[in-house]
């Protein structure tokens, strides 16, 4: 029990946990996009997974911002603008965009015909991504100590 306080206490996982439960939301929201796309549009998983991808972007942006990577304020932190924090998640989100379709694509010469089973498996490969790269757009920037000569 003691292992599981001082895993849990760590406030990487915490962000991780957070990170995770605001991308099972979007995730259901891109899920649901992806299937109403090639199920009933009938429009190619690859194409799907782009837009689908982009709406379940759209999404995550203010809980990723103000849940997932949220920060107390102090004196000795400074964060990134909103600005630079949105151009940033939109890079996230458009170089995410172009890579998952080939993901994507590799996943289903693995487990074809299993569509879901792709496109989970895309999901924990790009959420793995994703976490690192808005890691670090959403972390607070520490100011560097003046140095008196």
């Known amino acids: 029990m003691r292992l599981v306080r001082n895993i849990l206490s760590?406030?990487?996982?915490?962000?991780?946990?957070?990170?995770?439960?605001?991308?099972?939301?979007?995730?259901?929201?891109?899920?649901?996009c992806f299937l109403?796309?090639?199920?009933?549009a009938g429009i190619s998983p690859e194409v799907a997974?782009?837009?689908s991808?982009?709406?379940?972007?759209?999404?995550g942006f203010f809980g990723h911002k103000y849940f997932s990577f949220a920060q107390p304020k102090d004196a000795e932190s400074q964060g990134r603008s909103s600005t630079v924090q949105v151009i940033g998640y939109a890079g996230i989100m458009v170089a995410g965009i172009?890579?998952?379709?080939?993901?994507?694509?590799?996943?289903?010469?693995?487990?074809?015909?299993?569509?879901?089973?792709?496109?989970v498996m895309t999901e924990a490969v790009m959420v793995c991504i994703n976490f690192v790269l808005m890691k670090a757009l959403f972390s607070r920037l520490t100011k560097s100590p003046t140095h008196i000569s």
């Not at 760590?10 to 649901?32: E, K, P, Q, S």
């Not at 172009?98 to 010469?109: E, G, N, Q, T």
């Open 49 to 51: 997974q782009a837009c």
């Open 98 to 119: 172009v890579l998952s379709p080939f993901v994507i694509w590799f996943m289903l010469r693995l487990v074809e015909p299993h569509l879901v089973v792709a496109k």
């Open 10 to 32: 760590n406030h990487v996982v915490l962000m991780f946990l957070r990170y995770i439960a605001v991308g099972g939301g979007t995730f259901l929201v891109d899920l649901c």
């Open 53 to 59: 991808r982009t709406v379940g972007a759209a999404a």
């Open 36 to 40: 109403l796309l090639v199920k009933q």
